[in-house]
């Protein structure tokens, strides 16, 4: 039985594992490396964050994306946006010098066993751990608006379906949301050669500012100092003290998870979108449907008239809302053993321990405790660093427990809170 079993293999899974390895724990790592970012991210994408703010983390700050630039021949600098698919080979590159027991198959059942965790993998075989960290990333948590749910992909898709957009040119396509994923799928297409609109509920788009200069007078750096997710204050507690954000009230915790960093477009992209994409802004859709073998969208403006719209695809960048009850590859008892966050995603100790003893959680599902970087790559460390530590107290403590039936109902968020 291993100590610790790490599904998923993106920047989190990929970090932890590192972490893990550094610290002697036996363990196996599971999931295709980068899969988001290789299959589900179409060509000419970039990353949005600032280059020095999307390491993985190894325990020696050894393996970053600046070195493995510099291995290539190239630079990673500020305020140059990345291409995905360089972030993509990077992953790749941190993860042959840094995780060993990397396996490529999937996942698809997480189960509890005596002392511990039994997990299946796609072809049926099965690894047993004393541990397990679910780095799932935010595939399974895919959002698309109810308007939208009763039709079938040939007429609407999530924008993270995509590894290209190939298959709609020639063709007419509505993105529905106005953030970046939205607004970089829209100029994409667009410079494809697609007719192509984005539909927005806000009566404008926000644009992230272009960002100021890496050496600056003391005086501004200590006004807005920069951080990984921008500049300010703010920003700077959300990116570097996660640990604090997590001692702030449950209620504004969850504003702040719920409102923060918003739907925006980074400002390299603001000229595409602009010059190449017609926008309609202030509208929502109130119904969708099947017709003439395309879709039909029924929208409300924003002084209540109805309007209608006829496209050949709908893409929803809509998000993603990550709840317990999509984690699917948990069995029906342990995911409802799981003490639930107002916003329905699995509660997570001090140090990422679930309700549910010995299963840990990282990545987007943990943003509700944990704040806003767990949204992006930069929550990746300290996830990494914290959340080993607490799989080695747990390894100390002995074998888990299982819960008692009806615990949860009983002991209720407020009473995990204090772990």
């Not at 039994?118 to 049926?124: I, K, M, P, R």
């Not at 600056?216 to 921008?230: E, M, V």
């Not at 069995?331 to 799981?338: F, S, Y």
């Amino acid at each position: 039985m291993y100590d610790l079993l790490v599904v998923g293999a993106g920047p989190y899974g990929l970090s932890i594992a590192s972490h893990a390895a550094a610290a002697g724990l036996s363990l196996r790592v599971f999931g295709r490396p980068m899969a988001s970012w290789r299959d589900h991210m179409p060509r000419g994408m970039f990353l949005k964050s600032e280059p020095w703010a999307s390491d993985l983390s190894d325990p020696e700050g050894r393996l970053r994306l600046a070195a493995y630039c510099a291995e290539q021949g190239t630079q990673a600098r500020h305020g140059e946006p990345i291409p995905v698919e360089v972030f993509a080979s990077y992953g790749l590159w941190f993860a042959q010098h840094a995780v060993p027991e990397l396996d490529e198959r999937t996942i698809t059942l997480v189960r509890p066993c005596l002392g511990g965790f039994e997990a299946v993998t796609e072809d049926g075989a099965t690894v047993r751990a004393r541990t397990v960290a679910l780095a799932v990333g935010v595939l399974p948590f895919t959002e698309v608006p109810a308007a939208f749910r009763e039709l079938g992909p040939e007429y609407v898709s999530h924008s993270s379906d995509h590894g290209d957009l190939d298959r709609f040119l020639g063709k007419d396509v509505t993105v529905i949301g106005g953030g970046q994923a939205a607004l970089e799928t829209a100029a994409l297409l667009a410079e494809q050669g697609t007719r192509v609109r984005v539909v927005a509920r806000a009566p404008g788009l926000a644009w992230n500012d272009v960002p100021p200069p890496w050496e600056r007078p003391w005086w501004q750096s200590a006004r807005a100092p920069h951080t990984g997710l921008g500049c300010g204050w703010r920003n700077w507690l959300y990116a570097e003290r996660p640990g604090a954000f997590r001692r702030l009230p449950e209620p504004t915790r969850a504003r702040i998870a719920a409102t923060a960093l918003g739907p925006a477009g980074a400002w390299w992209i603001r000229d595409r979108v602009e010059q190449s994409v017609d926008l309609l802004l202030g509208h929502e859709v109130a119904a969708a449907y099947a017709s003439r073998g395309g879709v039909r969208l029924e929208m409300l403006g924003r002084t209540g008239e109805l309007t209608s719209l006829d496209t050949e695809h709908v893409i929803a960048a809509t998000g993603f809302r990550a709840t317990r009850e999509r984690l699917g590859l948990l069995t029906e008892d342990v995911r409802e053993g799981l003490a639930a966050s107002p916003d329905g995603s699995p509660y997570v100790g001090r140090e990422f321990e679930s309700s549910w003893p010995g299963l840990f959680m990282a990545g987007l599902v943990t943003a509700a405790g944990f704040g806003p970087a767990m949204r992006f790559v930069h929550g990746a460390s300290f996830t990494a660093r914290t959340l080993v530590r607490g799989v080695r107290r747990r390894l100390r403590t002995g074998p888990a427990r299982l819960p008692v039936p009806g615990a949860r109902e009983r002991r209720g968020v407020l009473g995990a809170a204090g772990r």
